[in-house]
Each structure stands twice: as C-alpha cells, then as structure tokens.
C-alpha cells in the first residue's frame, strides 16, 4: 500500500528550522498501514530535511555551521544569472538534500531517542512549504 499526504507549513526564512516529527508520526498513526517506511521530500530548491536533536543550542549551531560552509555574504554565479541573491540558499540545500526515508515498525517511527525530523529553511526571506510524505508498507 502506498499513501501520499502533504504538510503545510510558513517559514521565517534562513535559519529557520521546523520539527516535523509530529505530524509525520500523527500521518502514519491515521493510515492503517504498521510497518513499512515513509518519506518525506521537499519539492524546493532552497530547503532540506534531515534528522537531529531539536534543541535550543542545536537551532542555534546549525545556522552558524551553514553560514561558515557557505557564506550568504559571497558572490555566487546563480545570483549573478538570476539577481535573487539566494545562491548561497541552493547551495546550502544541495549539501543537506530534499528528502529523508524513515522506517516504521508496528505503527512507530524508528527514530533515536534524541532524533527528530527537521524541514531546514535556506532561502533568503519567508516562505510557504509544503512537504509531500509517501508511506509505503503493510
């Protein structure tokens, strides 16, 4: 069986992180389906998702790592073909990737004690996303 839903959601801009874990599990609890994976994509060019610890000091960290990866005060070709000034949010979206696949045993993610799935915003102002989640099992 396969199920497809969205979430919806309005971001700060970069920097922003979302946990998504919630309703990822609150999709999964109401589908029937016990064991199997789901995944979850972003169909953006400027975010990612990933698994971490949602805390404070980690919201905090995860900017700063991406600003000395990728600065957003350098020049990039993108912004130089499209004046957008969001390069540096493509690229930051490259290195993390759009989507994420997690398996589920008797209704249940199998995530880490300290793990939840985080939407990452890397575009240069607000944004409304949508995260397409695919559940595929028995």
């Excluded at 700060?12 to 999709?27: P, Q, R, Y």
């Excluded at 990039?76 to 990737?97: C, E, M, P, V």
Aim: net charge negative.
């Amino acid at each position: 069986m396969v199920i497809t839903r969205e979430i919806t959601f309005s971001t700060k801009g970069a920097g922003d992180i979302i946990d998504l874990s919630g309703e990822i599990a609150g999709l999964l609890g109401n589908c029937g389906v016990t064991s199997g994976i789901v995944t979850a994509f972003t169909p953006s060019a400027t975010s990612g998702l990933t698994t971490l610890e949602f805390e404070p000091g980690l919201r905090k960290d995860v900017p700063e790592l991406m600003e000395k990866l990728v600065p957003s005060g350098m020049a990039y070709k993108h912004d130089q073909t499209w004046h957008d000034g969001n390069g540096f949010s493509h690229l930051r979206a490259a290195l993390i990737g759009p989507d994420i696949t997690i398996p589920f045993t008797s209704g249940k993610l199998q995530l880490g004690t300290w793990q939840q799935v985080v939407f990452l915003e890397f575009d240069n102002r607000p944004r409304d996303r949508r995260v397409v989640v695919q559940i595929m099992g028995e």
